[in-house]
């Protein structure tokens, strides 16, 4: 008999309420609990959903096997660690953390207990159902824009971590070698990179949150030709001769990526996948780009957990 994992959310926000959801309607999941601070908060999501609510960590953990973690970004890795520590498989909302040492932690804790630890970058789904990974050519060059307009949520961390990872991390996963020189420039809302990497292959990435709309595009450049993407009509174009999925915005991926995310974290604990989408060590190495970035340009850092 297949097991059900009893599955909990940490944070009780926007996202949260997303990853609750979809532990409700996958199959190898029962949402158990919500935990946040605001228990008040935590019962507004949990109660309609069938779910316990906390507001005490220690007892949220004895009741789930699995954790997604959806607080704020600045405050993601204290309760993943704690989840570790205490033998939970994780996934956490990206930015994985904030800091380089403490996402150095997470990866060392979950590969020390043989832990599944995932992050939701789930665009890379997206690159999956299109094809995009299936192409054989190495790309010669990537331009991605990623703006929008100001909004109350991820004030916490700059525009690096809250927008540009996504695309950073979409290019360490199309990349073929390792970054070795960068350049940026901008501020904590607005910041353009420019990574070179090892084999020449470079990547330009722009971020604003502080734009009049929203835009979110790639361009990959292969010798055979150019992909180009709009991740908000689900649209692209294809000129390079090897075939991409015309209709992935219909596959279940492309559907749904959190859910295919969330349900790959899943078939990964379960034993029914060798691993989930985005590990933590590939998110890890996205948020590493991503702080360099902020340092090259003089950004301000964001604080430490405390």
Not at 5 to 26: E, S
Not at 44 to 63: I, K, Q, R, S
Not at 74 to 92: D, E, F, M, S, T
């Amino acid at each position: 008999m297949t097991r059900t994992l009893k599955a909990g959310v940490a944070g009780a926000g926007v996202f949260g309420g997303y990853h609750a959801k979809k532990y409700v309607q996958l199959p190898q999941a029962a949402l158990t609990a919500v935990f946040d601070l605001d228990i008040a908060r935590a019962r507004a999501l949990a109660e309609p959903l069938g779910a316990a609510a906390f507001d005490d960590y220690a007892a949220f953990l004895a009741a789930v096997d699995v954790v997604t973690v959806a607080t704020p970004a600045i405050a993601h890795a204290a309760p993943a660690l704690a989840a570790l520590r205490a033998g939970r498989h994780v996934y956490v909302e990206k930015p994985l953390a904030v800091t380089a040492d403490d996402a150095a932690q997470l990866v060392a804790q979950a590969a020390a207990r043989g832990l599944v630890l995932a992050v939701g970058h789930q665009e890379r789904l997206v690159f999956a159902a299109m094809g995009l990974f299936d192409i054989p050519e190495a790309p010669l060059r990537l331009e991605a824009v990623r703006l929008g307009p100001l909004s109350p949520r991820n004030l916490d961390v700059s525009t690096a971590l809250d927008l540009m990872v996504h695309d950073i991390d979409l290019g360490l996963a199309l990349a073929r070698d390792k970054p070795s020189w960068m350049k940026a420039r901008g501020s904590a809302d607005t910041l353009t990179a420019d990574i070179t990497f090892d084999d020449g292959f470079t990547a330009s990435f722009q971020a604003s949150r502080v734009a009049p709309e929203r835009r979110r595009t790639m361009k990959v450049v292969y010798p055979s030709g150019e992909v180009e993407i709009d991740f908000l009509t689900r649209l692209f174009r294809n000129t390079t001769g090897f075939p991409l999925l015309e209709d992935f915005a219909d596959s279940p991926a492309g559907r749904d990526p959190l859910g295919a995310s969330v349900g790959g974290f899943l078939d990964a604990v379960l034993g029914n996948a060798p691993r989930p989408a985005v590990t933590g060590e590939e998110a890890q190495a996205a948020l590493n780009l991503a702080l360099a970035a902020d340092a090259v340009a003089g950004v301000e850092s964001v604080p430490t957990e405390v």
